[in-house]
């Protein structure tokens, strides 16, 4: 009977059952994508990681949602290293230890920063230069959140912007119309997604949960997928992009915050590489804990 460990991890926290959980299956090299598939449906995360030997990187990862495969994720990235590091298949080499994953579209680099006596262990990831999609008309996406186009930001574009997974970028006027978000109806939401260009909608504000935080977000899906996401890792990339892009961050380095709303805090650590017009990559980074650790049998 094939067998294969498991682990649980919360990435973009500190403490146990807070920030976002993620499966991640080691050793995952003979199962093929349908039984990757049928697995993440199976363990029901928002995203699950099958970790591979690779020739090109240290090691090969894929990300599945309970729906479907995606090219690259961020809170996935934080909880496998997390995970490797766990287990010993990445022996850490002093302060800073840098490595490179291959992913679907291709090989990224992460640094795992060892814990000190202040701080825990961080994982550091280093996003794909970012790319800017289709801008989207207010009036047809805020209903279906629920929404009215004079709860954007004002003078605030809504965009598609990818650091990795292309992800609809839509900046709110305050806190006060973020937690009046909802996917209102799923159906209307799930025709507009099939004709367009995004993977997921990222909804945000200025001004964080906590003093700590520069920003606070919300990140939706549909179902098979979670209806929301605590802490995202991707979309919080595309959200610095965007920020960057048009101006509304004074420094290329700032605190993301999210999932406050639902029990499960998290925090993520921004930097932003490159000048407003041309940006190089994202880095987004945080600390992972790992909760469970099995074995699955097939």
């Known amino acids: 009977m094939p067998s294969y460990p498991f682990l649980l991890v919360d990435a973009f926290t500190e403490s146990a059952l807070g920030g976002n959980p993620c499966a991640v299956v080691l050793d995952a090299d003979d199962l093929d994508a349908d039984t990757m598939q049928r697995l993440a449906r199976e363990f029901n995360q928002s995203e699950t990681a099958f970790v591979r030997r690779s020739a090109v990187a240290e090691f090969g990862v894929r990300y599945f949602t309970p729906a479907e495969e995606i090219p690259l994720a961020g809170h996935p990235t934080i909880a496998t290293v997390a995970a490797l590091v766990h287990t010993g298949r990445l022996p850490l080499a002093g302060a800073r230890t840098t490595l490179q994953l291959e992913l679907l579209h291709g090989p990224i680099r992460v640094d795992v920063l060892a814990a000190t006596a202040g701080r825990p262990l961080q994982v550091v990831m280093t996003q794909r230069r970012p790319q800017f999609g289709s801008l989207?008309?207010?009036?047809?996406?805020?209903?279906?959140?629920?929404?009215?186009?004079?709860?954007l930001y004002p003078g605030s574009a809504i965009q598609t912007v990818s650091t990795g997974t292309p992800q609809l970028i839509v900046l709110l006027r305050d806190h006060a119309a973020l937690r009046r978000a909802q996917l209102t109806e799923p159906g209307a939401f799930a025709?507009?997604?099939?004709?367009?260009?995004?993977?997921?909608?990222?909804?945000f504000c200025l001004g964080g949960a906590t003093e700590a935080g520069h920003t606070f977000a919300r990140h939706f899906g549909t179902p098979p997928d979670t209806a929301e996401d605590p802490v995202t890792g991707s979309a919080t990339g595309g959200m610095a992009a965007y920020l960057w892009h048009y101006g509304h961050l004074g420094s290329p380095d700032f605190v993301a915050e999210q999932g406050h709303w639902m029990g499960r805090p998290g925090t993520v650590q921004v930097s932003i590489a490159g000048p407003r017009e041309a940006m190089e990559s994202v880095q987004i980074g945080g600390p992972a804990v790992v909760l469970v650790q099995g074995q699955l049998e097939l």
Do not use: I
């Not at 025709?191 to 909804?203: I, K, Q, V």
């Open 136 to 151: 989207h008309d207010p009036a047809v996406v805020m209903p279906l959140f629920g929404l009215t186009p004079d709860d």
């Open 191 to 203: 025709r507009y997604r099939a004709g367009s260009d995004f993977f997921s909608p990222h909804l």
